[in-house]
């Protein structure tokens, strides 16, 4: 599982012209679910972004995480994190999960987010749809976070 996770100042995703969700201040996060991806790599991910100390404590250093600063939460999902794009100049697919079982997963990642955060504080955008994502990056600030290297695959 692998996420890009954004510093932000404020964050919206539309689908279809309408305005789905919205943030303040806190962490767009952009959500892959990879082949062999489960709820180990769902709540291990969600703990590390809500823990990761990306915000500036009182002396500037990125030393306060989102739980830390009640910051909000974004997550949008993102199948293209999943890609290939180890050779040729076309991203390949075969390592993404299957979308009946990534949108499982990605509601499942959403659940542990809300149970360790108040739920108000967790948007979501739209499994499959054609979104379009606004953010103000502040920093900019960007990490990619991935469980692959930690369970061994």
């Known amino acids: ?29 952009l959500l892959g679910v990879e082949q062999g991806d489960g709820d180990r790599e769902a709540k291990d991910l969600c703990r590390k972004v809500l823990t990761y100390r990306i915000f500036p404590d009182d002396t500037g250093r990125m030393n306060r995480s989102v739980l830390d600063t009640d910051g909000a939460l ?21 390592r993404a999960a299957g979308p009946d ?4 997963l990605y509601a499942a990642f959403l ?3 809300r149970a360790d955060m108040s739920a108000d504080r967790v948007a979501e955008g739209r499994f499959g749809a054609d979104m379009k994502v606004s953010l103000i990056n502040d920093g900019p600030v960007t990490f990619m976070l991935s469980t692959r290297d930690r369970h061994g695959r």
């Open 101 to 104: 079982f990534a949108a499982d």
């Open 111 to 113: 659940q542990f987010a």
């Open 1 to 29: 599982m692998k996420g890009l996770v954004q510093r932000v100042s404020e964050a919206s995703v539309e689908v279809g012209g309408r305005e789905i969700s919205r943030i303040g201040a806190g962490i767009l996060l």
């Open 74 to 94: 974004l997550v949008v999902p993102q199948f293209t994190l999943a890609a290939d794009t180890s050779s040729g100049t076309r991203p390949g697919f075969s």
